[in-house]
Nanobody, 125 residues
Framework: QVQLVESGGGSVHPGGSLRLSCAASRDIGSIHALGWYRQVPGKERELVAALTSDGSTNYADSVKGRFTISRDYAKKTGYLQMNSLEPEDTAVYYC???????????????????WGEGTPVTVFS
């Protein structure tokens, strides 16, 4: 069964940077849409950043100007560049990606939406 594999989490000091990545465990097409979420214990999962199929981006107010969401079509990988990290950014980060691939010569496509298992990010003094 295909999985969405995340990487790049870790521990940094305030002001530091991390880059999260997510990719499918096998080739199921290109990333059509991408979202990064985060969750801390006792709170609901929140959307941090989203990238739509037409390239539009949307960010939570708390991360605007510090985080950047992107995708690499060739590598079929999604990213979240996190700069100027703050202790309040500490959470488990989850990737959600919709993959799309062409399935026949007429151009019909098939999509698959996956969630990663989460990667922890800790920002501490």
């Amino acid at each position: 069964q295909v999985q969405l594999v995340e990487s790049g989490g870790g521990s940094v000091h305030p002001g530091g940077s991390l880059r999260l990545s997510c990719a499918a465990s096998r080739d199921i097409g290109s990333i059509h849409a991408l979202g990064w979420y985060r969750q801390v214990p006792g709170k609901e999962r929140e959307l941090v950043a989203a990238l739509t199929s037409d390239g539009s981006t949307n960010y939570a107010d708390s991360v605007k100007g510090r985080f950047t969401i992107s995708r690499d079509y060739a590598k079929k990988t999604g990213y979240l560049q996190m700069n100027s990290l703050e202790p309040e950014d500490t959470a488990v980060y989850y990737c959600n990606a919709e993959f799309r691939r062409v399935v026949n010569v007429e151009g019909a496509t098939a999509s698959k939406n996956l969630w990663g298992e989460g990667t922890p990010v800790t920002v501490f003094s």
